[in-house]
């Protein structure tokens, strides 16, 4: 069974520059989360989906938004990128609700120069 | 707000010890998850707990959800070279989607 992939997986980008960054869930599953992972901020929740509605959103600021399509995967965004988005983003998708625990991809690495 | 702890930060051992860590929250949930992240890949599920008191292993892990529903703890027997790497709790409430993540703890087998 194939896990949750993400695409691509290193990213350089410039001050003011926007990004989409792109996930393909676990077959079936229909919930996909967003993080981001940073040396000081840890693991901090982004953002959910849920056949195609945003169900849950963390603390960002609205340069950060997402999108999630009919076959379930989903991209995320970042618009007037600056220094301080420099992160691990990672993807997780789940069945949603009760029905199972989230697992992650890889991550797309992201470097604002 | 909501207060998520997780201790110890770092450990240092030896191949073949045991290891112990834990997560206390200020608040009440309904599942705990302990995930592992090697370098330069995102973390993998190890243990997922779903009621309070409950008690799971698998393999050399052994994870147990606090009675009060705000604490947790992953133990490691025998460890081995590859258990190195960083250990985190995700606590959740049921329907939602949404984990916190502790600070994790970094494990470090000395030769």
């Known amino acids: 069974k194939a896990g949750v992939t993400q695409t691509p997986r290193y990213l350089i980008k410039t001050r003011g520059q926007q990004v989409t960054l792109s996930c393909s869930p676990i077959?079936?599953?229909?919930?996909v989360s967003w993080y981001q992972q940073t040396p000081g901020q840890g693991l901090q929740f982004l953002f959910e989906?849920?056949?195609?509605?945003?169900?849950n959103k963390g603390n960002f600021p609205g340069r950060f938004s997402g999108r999630q399509f009919s076959n379930s995967r989903s991209e995320m965004n970042v618009s007037t990128l600056e220094l301080g988005d420099s992160a691990l983003y990672l993807c997780?998708?789940?069945?949603?609700?009760?029905?199972?625990?989230?697992?992650f991809g890889d991550g797309t690495r992201l470097s604002i120069l | 707000g909501q207060q998520l702890n997780q201790s110890p930060q770092s450990m240092f051992i030896q191949e073949g010890e045991d290891v112990s860590m834990n997560c206390t929250s200020s608040s009440i949930f309904n599942t705990w998850l302990w995930y592992k992240q090697d370098p330069g890949e995102g973390p993998v599920l190890l243990i997922a707990?779903?009621?309070?008191?409950e008690l799971t292993s698998n393999g050399r892990l052994t994870a147990q959800f606090g009675i009060t529903r705000k604490d947790s703890f992953l133990n490691i027997s025998a460890s081995i070279p590859s258990d190195v790497g960083i250990y985190f709790c995700?606590?959740?409430?049921?329907?939602?989607?949404?984990?916190?993540f502790g600070t994790g703890t970094r494990l470090t087998i000395i030769p």
């Open positions: 995700a606590p959740s409430n049921f329907g939602n989607e949404k984990l916190t």
């Open positions: 707990l779903y009621k309070a008191g």
């Open positions: 989906y849920f056949s195609e509605t945003q169900r």
């Open positions: 997780a998708s789940s069945l949603g609700g009760l029905d199972g625990p989230q697992h």
């Open positions: 077959s079936g599953h229909r919930s």
